[in-house]
Every structure is written in C-alpha cells, then in structure tokens.
C-alpha cells in the first residue's frame, strides 16, 4: 500500500513541472523545444573550472575533515562572509549568529513555513508571485492572501486591508527585487512603509531575494531587511542565480533568538548543509573573483533582455503591455484583455515554444491574459529567430 497522510495527500505537483513534463515528453521524441518557462541561470557560465581547483584545495587542507559532520548553523567563514555580504543591501549590525546556512532559499522558505504556519494561519504574497513558495505555504496549511503588484511593488494600502481584516497572519512574504514573475522592484518609500505595518499590525515579513544583484543599471536597492529596527523581517538569500543553482547554498538572516530556534529546526530535518558546496560557494565568492562573473553574465542576460523586448515590440499584438525589468531573469506581459495564455498553450507548444501562463502565479485564478518569458537561457538568435514565432502564434490563436 502506498504511504497516506492527510498532509501527503494533499501535495500536488507544481504547476511549472507540468510544462517541464511537457517539454520532457517532446524531447523523447527527438523535438527541441524553446523554452522561454524556466527559471533558470544560464549553465554556460557556471564557474566549473574554478569549482574544480576548489575542491582539489579544499582536500588538499582539510583532509576528512571536510567531509565530517558539522554544525547545524553552518559553515562559519561562509557565515562571517555573508555579514559582510549583506552590507551590500544595506544590512548592517549583525554578526555570524544572525546567519542559518540553508539548502537553497526553498528549504528556508519551508522552515519558515514550518515554524510560523499554524492552523487556521494566513500568509499574505504579492500577486502574482513564485509558485514554488505559494506552493510550500499551502502545503504547510496557510491561506495565501494575494495584493495587487503596481509598478513599484505591492499595494500599501490593499496590504493594509488585508492586515485590518485578518487577525492570525504568519508572515507576509515578498520578493522586492526583481520579482518573479513581474520583474519589478519595490520603492523604498514602500519598503520602509512595510516595516512599519509589519511593527502596527504585529506580523513578520519573509524577504526573499535570490536576484538582488542580478541589476542592469548597477544599482543595488537598500533590501527591506535594512530598515527593519523592529526584528520583523527574516531575509532569505540564495547563490542559485548567481554562481549556480545545484549547489544549493542558501541562507536566512534574522536576530539570534530566531536563528536559534530554526538552528532546533534544521537538527530534526537535515542536520546540515553539504560541507563542500558551503566551502566551494566561500572560496568562490571571496577568492574567485565572484563580482567579475557576475558582471559578466548581467551584460549577457541585459543584452538578452534587450533583443527580447525589442521582439516582442514588434511582433506581440497591439496593445500588449510589457515589464521592462532592471534585473532578474524574467519580462511579464500583459495580452489585451480577453486573451487567454493559458488556454493558447497547446496551440503556441506546437511550435515547440514554451512560457508560463499568468495563471500559474496566482491563486486566485487572475491574471489569465499574462505570461512570463524567461531570456537568461536563450541565446539573443533564438530569442530574435522565435519570439517573433511566438508573437504569430499568439496573434494566430482563435478560441
Ligand atoms: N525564491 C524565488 C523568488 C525563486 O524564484 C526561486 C527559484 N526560482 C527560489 C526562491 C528558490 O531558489 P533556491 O535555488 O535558492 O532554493
């Protein structure tokens, strides 16, 4: 008999692997699809070379020890670098004890969501928003409340609504920088404005920022964390979009106390993270002259940004409405109102061109006429060579 439980039988599979699967079930029959649905960093310029003399060095010091067990909280030099990483936000005053080495930014959301979702528990997101964190506040039985995005972050005053209306709020949960999906970022009137209703209305704030630095115009935004005077706000922070994602290196800043008690957390789940990927992400980012790659791949993804948007100027129907990003990985359009992305996938995958319907973001079943294209994995000739494809078959669609 399969294992049951009310709370496994609950877990659905998330909605983006369905495109995956799609994409898979083509590549078995020897077609090539164009995905523009991934999240991803683009793997030709994962560091491989440097990772390789790291780890020959790593051995070559630590012997064993590298791969003995080790503390719950993380790999220290790693923890004493991201103090000083974070100033690069605008955090300042914290020490190591402020830093929880996670497996990825998804396993601090999951903690955080373990210990703070009870029954009955709400977590309000930005609409539309990730889905693989909307998917791990369900799973841990929160309702998600969705706020409206605007062009400089969610609505202040909606949020406010939602706080007014609900008394037993686990956390509020933004991604400020170049948010996924919309690529927007929040103002810093907003972010300060969000500190202050988190401190009036008695919740936490879950920031999320795995693209903060991923910026085309150079400017790094102050993260919400850095105006936080309360102790409201824990601060996830991941290496998958800038050195690369299976390596799995993530971490939440919050005051000590709250550490401690996801420390307690992280002993009955995992016990630690990998040593190695802790000491290949330190050595990389404090030796391997991490800001050069990472300029690096931002004047790749800005030129592909670029060739993308130009596109879809001329090729999406009138009245499409763009988000030009500043950073991140992704442009989320809006087709004219009536269209419908999700049901013109079937159509537009026949030309063996993927995205993500808007629908996927939002649990509300809103946003039906938007989608999101990713351009970090595409080459600027294939963006050029299908998006106007993309555009044709977007046009073309009747219902
Ligand atoms: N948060 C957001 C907003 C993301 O887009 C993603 C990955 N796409 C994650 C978290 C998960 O990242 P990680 O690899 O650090 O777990």
Same mark, same amino acid.
């Given at each position: 008999m399969a294992i049951h439980s009310k709370f496994l039988d609950a877990? $659905?599979?998330? %909605?983006?692997?369905?495109?995956?699967?799609?994409?898979r079930d083509k590549a078995k029959n020897g077609e090539t699809v164009i995905s523009f649905a991934g999240g991803l960093p683009s793997s030709e310029f994962f560091p491989v070379e440097d990772i390789? #003399?790291? &780890?020959?060095?790593?051995? %070559?010091?630590?012997?064993?020890?590298?791969?003995?067990?080790?503390? +719950? &909280?993380?790999?220290?030099?790693? /923890?004493e670098y991201l103090v000083e990483f974070m100033k690069r936000f605008g955090v300042e005053g914290i020490n190591y004890k402020n830093i929880l080495i996670t497996s990825g930014s998804q396993q601090g959301l999951a903690y955080l969501s373990k210990g703070l979702i009870t029954p009955g528990s709400v977590v309000i997101t930005e609409n539309p928003s990730y889905p693989g964190a909307l998917d791990t506040f369900n799973a841990y039985g929160a309702s998600v409340i969705g706020i409206d995005m605007e062009e400089d972050g969610m609505s202040m005053d909606k949020l406010e609504n939602v706080l007014k209306e609900n008394k037993n709020v686990a956390f509020i949960y933004t991604i400020a920088d170049f948010q996924n999906p919309m690529g927007v970022s929040m103002s810093v009137e907003k972010r300060k404005r969000l500190v202050e209703l988190a401190e009036e209305y008695d919740v936490f704030i879950v920031e999320d920022g795995p693209y903060s630095l991923l910026t085309f115009n150079g400017k790094v935004m102050p993260a919400?964390?850095?105006?936080? #005077?309360?102790? /409201?706000?824990?601060?996830?922070? +991941? $290496?998958?979009? $800038?050195?690369?994602?299976g390596l799995r290196i993530g971490w939440l800043v919050a005051d000590e106390e709250s550490i401690q008690k996801?420390?307690?957390?992280?002993? /009955? &789940? &995992?016990l630690q993270v990998n040593n190695i990927a802790q000491r290949q992400v330190y050595h990389y980012m404090k030796e391997y002259g991490f800001d050069e790659h990472l300029q690096q791949v931002i004047d790749v993804y800005r030129e592909r940004r670029d060739v993308m948007i130009d596109a879809i100027k001329a090729s999406f129907p009138e009245g499409t409405k763009i988000y030009k990003p500043e950073g991140g990985l992704f442009i989320w359009l809006e087709l004219p109102e009536g269209a419908d992305s999700m049901e013109m996938f079937d159509f537009v995958f026949q030309k063996n061109i993927a995205y993500v319907p808007g629908v996927f973001f939002c649990p509300d079943g809103s946003h039906k006429n938007a989608m999101r294209l990713n351009f970090s994995t595409t080459d600027k000739d294939t963006i050029a060579k299908y998006i106007p494809i993309l555009g044709e078959m977007i046009k073309a669609y009747k219902k």
């Open positions: 877990l $659905t599979p998330s %909605s983006i692997r369905s495109i995956t699967a799609k994409i390789k #003399k790291i &780890d020959a060095e790593i051995f %070559s010091s630590e012997h064993g020890n590298a791969i003995q067990y080790a503390a +719950s &909280d993380g790999y220290d030099p790693l /923890r919400v964390k850095s105006f936080d #005077k309360y102790n /409201r706000v824990i601060y996830s922070g +991941s $290496t998958s979009k $800038t050195i690369a994602p996801l420390v307690y957390l992280k002993m /009955r &789940d &995992d």
